[in-house]
Each structure stands twice: as C-alpha cells, then as structure tokens.
C-alpha cells in the first residue's frame, strides 16, 4: 500500500511533488490539518512534510528535523521509523537532526519558543499532533526556516523559506522510498541470533579487567568483530591496538577472541606485558587440533579465509605445516608433501554447507586424512545458520545486523541468500535501504554472533514503525553454554 506525503501549504505541496510521489495538501493549521487527518481511515502510511520553526540555536535554517515522537491526545507519541528515514536523509547530504516536534495553536516566537525548548523539542508545527491519531504508519519531517537567532518577523524569512523548500525538494526523493516502504507486514526473527558464549566471555574479559586494573587496557585487535562492541569500550578505557609492540611496557593486555600466533605472546613477555587471554575456547580447540597434528609431521590443511584473523593466528602455530585452503576448487588443487600424512582443521566461523563441500574433496583426494574428533565449526555459528535458513524460506527479505569485518554475519547472508530471498548485511539501522523494504511484506532479522542484542531490537521497532508490526520468532535451538574466565579476572 503506497503511502501519501501531506503538506500543510501550497508551496511546500509545490516542492515535494516529484515523480511517484502522491501529495496531499491539507492546508494550515490545526483545523484544517486535523479535518485532513479524518480522510486517514485505513492502514496508508501518511508523512507529513513541511516548513517548520526550530526552537534550539543548534537547529538552523535549511536543517531538517525527523521527528521521533509528536504531541498527541494522550501524551507523545513515538515515530518508530524515524532512524531509517533520516539515515536516507543524510545518505543525500542534507543536514538532519532527530528528536520530538512539538505542535501549538499558532504560530510561537520568543519566550514560548523558549517554552518548547525546555521540553525537549527541537521544532515546533501547527499540524502533526493532528495526525498523531492515524490508524497506519506515520512520519514527520520538517525543513526549519526560524530559530531563536533567526526569528520569524525579521529581514531574511523569505529567503530561509526559500532555502527550507529547497531542503524539502532535495528530500522528496527519500520521501517516496519511506512511502514505498511503508505497509502492513511481519518480522521473522531467527533465533538463535547475537552474541554467543564466547563473544560474551570476550567482552566481560575486557569489562573486568578494567575494573580490575583501570584504564587503560589494551586489546589487541578488536576484541570481537563489531564496530559497536569496540566503540562502547573504547568509553570505557579500553585502547584497541594492532599489535602488542604499540603497548607502553608492563600495560595490561588482552588478546582478542579470535586467537593469536605464538609469536604474539613471545612479542607480548618481551613487553613484560600483563597479558590476559580473551581467545575463544573452540578457537583454541582448533589451535591444539594444528599443534598436534603437526608434531607428529601431518601436513594441515586448514580450511578458511586466509584474511581472517582467527586463520593468521591458527596458521602461526606451524606455519611451515598449514595450508589454507579457501574453497572446493582450491581443495581440488592443493599439493602436499606426503598424501599419506594429511590432516585438516576449519575455522570457526565458516558456512557449514561450503565447509563440508571443501572437505568432501580434501577426503575424496586424501582417503586417510585425519580429522577433528569433533567439529571445528562452532555450535553458535552452526545454530545461527540453521535459524536464518529457517527464516530465509519464508521471508522476502532478510536484513542481518552484524558488522562488515565479522566472518560468521556475513556467512549468514550468504546462507541466506543461497535459501532465495534477498539479504543484506547492516552495521545498524542507518544502514538499511528503505528501497530493499518495497514489496516486501515479511522481513527476516538475525544478527550475527558478535552483534549486541539491543541492534535487533532497534530494527525491529524501525520495521514496526513502516508498519510490520506483527513479530514472529523461529527458534531451532536454545543456547545455555558458558566458559568460565580467565584467573587474571576471574
């Protein structure tokens, strides 16, 4: 169901009409504009889009402002879309803030602006509270054209009208996307889905050992492969460095959970560092796995992405001895010294399908390689694909939360996109392009294993903001493991 942008004077209705877009002038004021808001009986999305006063100095002229929440009849009223829309805002290089818009009976100047300002408004309207009943999905944008240094009745308003319409006419393409996307729908969420045991060990590691021995620690490496996860302990003290030489002498330091080469940890004593193991349990499985098999002179075959840094770290234990081996047509042509002393191991993070075509080939060529007694792929990796795949068969498409460096999320778009729909890896919902959503009507959601929970949930009301408000959640398996910490924090 297409939605309908509504503009309360001609001149804005002038501005915002641009191909497929359908425009509503409703006319000015709270009468006219709540007479306009009766026609809304169904489930259309309606944006209303129009010139507005901003009520903070740090709000200007030409900005606009994408409502979060409006005044309605019984208190706020929250905007849920309001991140997409004005991520697709900023996209086209306008200038953007989000936060509630205050609606008044006419229009304010001086102290009652100051009145609005101090309930935390950044803009005041005549018209959106009259819409804050509409039964469909709702946005607001308004372009600024007054603020408290700018006011309404003085030289200029003509010309930062001029410049707030052009904001609005620069936007209307983004609004046509926010209309196209709009409509009723449902989410599928995958489950199990964000961070698994040995992400959460990782990064209470890090928690605790600040706690511990103060600020700063240092951490080798990301600690996990997520921006978010890395910004927030940053906040908190933590220094994320690349390599243990960039450590002042005698600095706690804690090794990131994708493991490292012994050659880190003989960098780290000559440092007299107080290092702090974070790696995973089931990467140093793998580790153990390589140590043994080369020792006894097995030449390794490590299926992976040779880019990865649990791969480096995992071929450091016997450089001399591993191979990568990155998919099935390398498989086919990998060469060894001995066929009768192979063995193989496999990163953590890998599709489970792809893994077992690789290996396939390697047992096929080497029929007395020897393998892992059990398998190196993780179980929450493993659990994540089997629910994306679930929710993949039913889906039109499927957004997963995770970051662009994370091994495991990007394999669950890979996954799911081998099941039909489209899929799209997202950082955040800033990242999600309103033109994906178009026709889609059931939205899959995951997230990967080093993605903070709170990211789904973000998506989640966003979708329910266009109007997907029905939320329904696959599990396939339920997840109570738990690795204990290290002594140094534990």
């Given amino acids: 169901m297409s ?27 709270p009468r006219r504009a709540a007479e306009s808001a009766q026609r809304f009986t169904g489930a259309t999305p309606v944006l209303l889009a129009g010139i507005a006063g901003g009520v903070t100095d740090h709000v200007r002229p030409g900005d606009l402002v994408v409502a979060t929440e409006i005044d309605g009849p019984d208190g706020p009223v929250p905007l849920k879309s309001a991140p997409l829309l004005a991520a697709a805002l900023r996209r086209l290089g306008l200038t953007v803030h989000t936060g509630p818009v205050a609606s008044a009976e006419n229009l304010v100047d001086g102290v009652e602006r100051e009145a609005y300002a101090r309930r935390g408004a950044l803009a005041v309207d005549m018209e959106s509270a009259q819409f804050a009943s509409v ?21 200029g308003t003509v010309w930062r009208g001029i410049t707030g319409l052009r904001s609005l006419r620069a936007a209307a393409p983004v609004l046509r996307e926010w209309c196209d996307a709009a409509g009723r729908g449902e989410i599928l969420r995958a489950s199990p889905r964000s961070f698994c045991a040995g992400v959460d060990r990782a990064i209470e590691i890090v928690e ?13 490496r990301q600690i996990v492969h997520n921006a ?46 107080r290092v702090i193991d974070a790696t995973c349990p089931l990467v140093t499985k793998v580790h153990n ?26 071929v450091g234990e016997a450089p001399e001895q591993v191979i990568v081996v990155e998919d099935a047509s390398a498989a086919r042509h990998v060469q060894v010294r001995d066929p009768e002393k192979v063995a193989y191991a ?47 068969d ?6 997963v939360v995770g970051s662009a460096n994370s091994s495991n999320s990007k394999r669950l778009v890979e996954v799911a996109r081998r099941q039909g729909p489209r899929a799209h890896l997202v950082d955040d919902v800033s990242e999600v ?52 910490l290290p002594r140094e924090v534990g």
Avoid: K
């Avoid at 002498?249 to 440092?271: E, F, K, Q």
């Avoid at 179980?379 to 929710?391: D, G, W």
């Avoid at 039913?394 to 957004?399: I, K, N, Y």
């Fill in 433 to 484: 392009d309103m033109r994906w959503l178009a026709g889609a009507r059931r939205v899959g959601i995951t997230a990967g294993a080093s993605a903070p929970p709170h990211l789904v949930e973000e998506l989640t009301q966003c979708l329910a903001g266009l109007g997907r408000t029905t939320v329904r959640d696959s599990q396939v398996a339920d997840e109570d493991v738990r690795f204990t």
């Fill in 135 to 155: 039964p469909g999905p709702l946005a607001v944008v308004r372009a600024i054209v007054d603020t408290p240094g700018h006011p309404l009745w003085r030289p």
């Fill in 3 to 29: 939605g309908v942008v509504c503009a309360p004077m001609h001149l804005e209705a002038a501005a915002l009409r641009v191909p497929g877009v359908r425009v509503l002038h409703t006319g000015m004021g």
């Fill in 289 to 314: 796995e390589v140590r043994r098999y080369s020792s006894r002179g097995d030449t390794v075959l490590l299926i992976g992405h040779s880019d990865h840094e649990e791969v480096e770290g995992t």
């Fill in 208 to 220: 605790r050992a600040l706690e511990r021995y103060g600020a700063p620690v240092y951490v080798r």
């Fill in 228 to 273: 978010h996860v890395v910004r927030r302990l940053e906040g908190l003290g933590a220094v994320f460095v690349q390599e243990v030489d960039e450590v002042p002498p005698g600095a706690t330091t804690v090794l990131a959970a994708h493991g490292v080469a012994p050659s880190v940890r003989r960098a780290a004593a000559a440092r007299d560092l």
């Fill in 394 to 399: 039913h889906a039109d498409l499927v957004l």
């Fill in 346 to 392: 496999m990163q953590t993070t890998l599709a489970v399908d792809e893994a077992e075509e690789i290996a396939s080939v390697l047992r096929e060529r080497f029929p007395t390689m020897s393998a892992p007694r059990r398998d190196d792929i993780c179980y929450a990796t493993t659990n994540r694909q089997r629910a994306v795949r679930a929710v993949a």
